[in-house]
């Protein structure tokens, strides 16, 4: 972009342009007002004015004063084509890098051939970038050539970096505090060119040009205290632009490129020669790029521009993923404190920040997070144990508490990640890391359900989300997966850790709360969550837990029983809640499917546990070889089931009455019909007289008050409803 002072000389010879235009149209009208034969006065011709407001207006009705003919104004530079940005923007700076290149190269040559001398390639090395940096001083005021003057100044910093740091870790006759003293030098140069031309371009060029140079000179056996150093001093030159520009493109890539030139060291060399040293001069970075986003709004105590989210966490991440492996081959012992000093350090700034700058509530809150994960972070570092999976349910929670309050979705999609690596780790990977000894009583069992809170707080935190924080979601979806996601966590818990028929319980009872907050809410979320819960919770009855149900079944009325019956009826409850809960009527058929679920279920759990309990003395009597009794015994098993299920399908008919539900009613004469089957077919043929009277005059009865109550209601006309 063009400087703001040639913007402004462009404006200014615009605005003559058109005073002078109009001077000449208000002449021209004058003329035709004294006659065709008078001829305009001339202008008289004199200095151009000094500014654009320099002459004062005219008194009304007064002759307008005569204005020096200005030249036409300047075409607008304007944006650049593709042919403009080929050939002046991006020539230079490949034409700037290459220069780098070449002068590294004649360095490595001359090194290696003994041409010259070190001191005159240093100082040669210097000259050049002297002569650079001052002829891009010298073009900064021509605007014909804004392009090559931001490349040779940030080439000559380049080349002054470049020489600097090949008398240093090279060629070994510069010390190491003048080395970094003169790289200081040259830092405050290129800062202060960057902000006087106002060209992001030239710090750029610079910064590039400094981390090129470690690269270009690489040693076999990188000093590890050098490039440390070397990078302290370099990324210097950000920390003082960013106390009068904002550019976080350039704080981003000074970040990036000092990361890269130290990753491969931490690789190949984890346990530090030096930790001691390693460690300040990494805290050195910390803090400084800690400071980077923050320090011209601290300093002009208002907001310039949004915190750069993605500097913050990867400052962070970074550093304290680079101490951890230090420490780890080092100081086991002061991982946890270190962490805890790093969230005291973040809660510290934070609260001085927001002192500070009171109209930046967002960044403050960033900070804050921070030190949430941190402090969590220290937990199991300290302790051992599953902690680290509520770190990130933390981090989760806190980026999207954070999320409203910014314009970058980084946030988040960050969030999401994080929840999403909590929740992976609660169904995989903790259940095998730290298996529970004591069921329920646990730390992991403890750990987990914070995550479900941590799921639902953050699902009721997403509330506050917008559209362009979730690019092709809606917020109400993405709340609705939130709640759906900590559902699903609380009853695998349910399911997994109690033992006994506790599991069941605690299934119905989740079953039943999501069932009310569903009708409470009418929201998406619960609608899904409910049925997709009754779905396990019929699995864990009617599969998991039949074992306990044979156990059980010598008793007529056990404890599995009574649990079966209790999920049915609370399906029941929670299916009649749905359908008045339901957004649209397709939506409502999700409860009937789940109350006439519960129905059957029902009918199947208590003719299981019939046939059960009847099983369990005709296996007696075998095994006594009493076959009568045994005989008997089936026979009474077949007469119950029959009177079972008449009772059942009169009462289906009864509620299918009272609720005005002609489905209901349809499914009690399906039943009637079944069992009149069963009678007329298996026990007609297979029982004694005896129990065929019980369960004849049961099935006959029993229809015919049926048939008396449908009698009743078709005279009243409710029948049809």
């Not at 000074?254 to 020669?273: E, K, R």
């Not at 400084?288 to 300093?299: G, I, Q």
Request: proline letters at 7%.
């Amino acid at each position: 972009m063009a400087s703001l002072e040639e913007r402004i000389a462009e404006l200014e010879a615009q605005v003559r342009g058109l005073l002078y235009r109009m001077w000449t149209l208000e002449e021209g009208a004058g003329t035709d007002r004294e006659g065709p034969g008078a001829a305009p006065p001339k202008p008289t011709p004199g200095p151009p004015s000094a500014g654009v407001f320099a002459r004062p207006p005219a008194p009304i009705g007064a002759a307008p004063p005569p204005l020096p003919p200005a030249p036409s104004p300047a075409p607008p530079s304007g944006p650049l084509d593709l042919e403009q940005r080929i050939g002046a923007r991006w020539t230079t700076w490949v034409g700037i890098i290459a220069i780098l290149f070449a002068v590294s190269f004649f360095l490595r040559w001359a090194f290696e051939n003994n041409l010259i001398g070190p001191e005159v390639r240093v100082i040669m090395g210097l000259l050049a970038g002297v002569v650079l940096l001052a002829g891009g001083l010298l073009l900064h005021r021509r605007e014909d050539l804004p392009h090559l003057s931001e490349g040779l100044a940030g080439g000559g910093l380049g080349v002054l970096y470049l020489s600097l740091y090949a008398a240093y870790a090279l060629y070994h006759f510069a010390g190491v505090v003048s080395a970094f003293a003169a790289m200081f030098v040259v830092t405050v140069a290129g800062a202060a060119v960057a902000v006087a031309t106002s060209r992001q371009i030239t710090a750029v060029l610079t910064l590039l040009g400094g981390l090129l140079t470690p690269v270009l000179l690489a040693q076999e056996r990188p000093n590890e205290r050098a490039l440390l150093g070397y990078l302290v001093v370099l990324d210097l030159l950000v920390l003082s632009i960013a106390f009068f520009k904002s550019w976080p493109a350039l704080n981003r890539l000074a970040w990036a490129g000092t990361a890269i030139l130290f990753l491969p060291v931490l690789l190949d060399f984890p346990a530090a020669p030096h930790p001691p040293t390693r460690l300040v001069l990494l805290s050195a970075l910390f803090l400084l790029f800690l400071a980077v986003p923050l320090v011209r709004e601290w300093t002009e105590r208002r907001r310039w521009v949004e915190i750069d989210l993605a500097l913050v966490v990867a400052n962070g991440a970074g550093y304290f993923w680079a101490v951890y492996v230090t420490l780890e081959r080092w100081w086991l012992a002061a991982e946890a404190p270190y962490a805890l000093a790093l969230a005291v350090l973040y809660a510290i700034l934070a609260a001085l920040y927001g002192e500070r700058v009171a109209d930046d509530d967002p960044t403050g809150d960033i900070h804050l997070g921070v030190a949430i994960v941190f402090l969590t972070l220290a937990i199991p570092l300290g302790l051992d144990g599953p902690w680290i999976t509520l770190a990130w349910a933390a981090q989760g929670v806190m980026l999207l508490m954070v999320g409203p309050r910014v314009t970058t979705p980084v946030a988040v999609w960050g969030g999401l990640a994080g929840l999403l690596l909590a929740t992976f780790r609660v169904l995989v990977v903790d259940p095998s890391w730290h298996p529970a000894l004591v069921p329920v009583w646990n730390l992991s069992f403890l750990v987990h359900l914070l995550v479900v809170v941590a799921l639902a707080w953050a699902g009721v935190a997403a509330g506050a989300l917008g559209r362009r924080h979730l690019w092709l979601l809606r917020p109400e979806g993405f709340q609705s997966l939130l709640w759906i996601l900590s559902s699903v966590v609380l009853g695998v818990l349910f399911w997994r850790e109690p033992t006994g028929l506790w599991p069941a319980r605690l299934l119905i009872a989740e079953v039943l709360a999501l069932g009310a907050l569903a009708w409470l809410s009418r929201g998406l979320a619960f609608f899904i969550a409910t049925p997709l819960l009754a779905g396990v919770l019929l699995a864990r009855l009617l599969i998991h837990d039949d074992h306990l149900a044979r156990a059980a079944a010598a008793s007529l009325v056990n404890g599995p029983l009574v649990t079966r019956v209790a999920g049915c009826a609370a399906l029941a409850v929670v299916a009649g809640w749905l359908r008045r809960a339901a957004p649209t009527a397709e939506a409502a058929k999700v409860g009937r499917a789940l109350s006439a679920a519960a129905g059957v279920v029902l009918l199947y759990v208590l003719s299981l546990g019939w046939v059960r309990y009847e099983d369990v003395g005709a296996a007696a009597a075998r095994a006594a070889r009493r076959w009568d009794l045994a005989r008997e015994i089936e026979w009474r098993t077949q007469v119950g089931l029959s009177a079972l299920w008449t009772l059942y399908a009169a009462a289906a008919l009864a509620w299918g009455f009272i609720r005005s539900a002609p489905v209901v009613r349809y499914a009690a004469l399906g039943l009637f019909g079944l069992t009149i089957v069963k009678v007329f077919v298996v026990d007609l043929s297979t029982i004694s007289t005896l129990y065929r009277i019980v369960s004849f005059l049961i099935l006959g009865l029993v229809l015919l008050a049926v048939s008396f109550v449908y009698q009743k209601l078709r005279r009243r006309g409710q029948v049809s409803q």
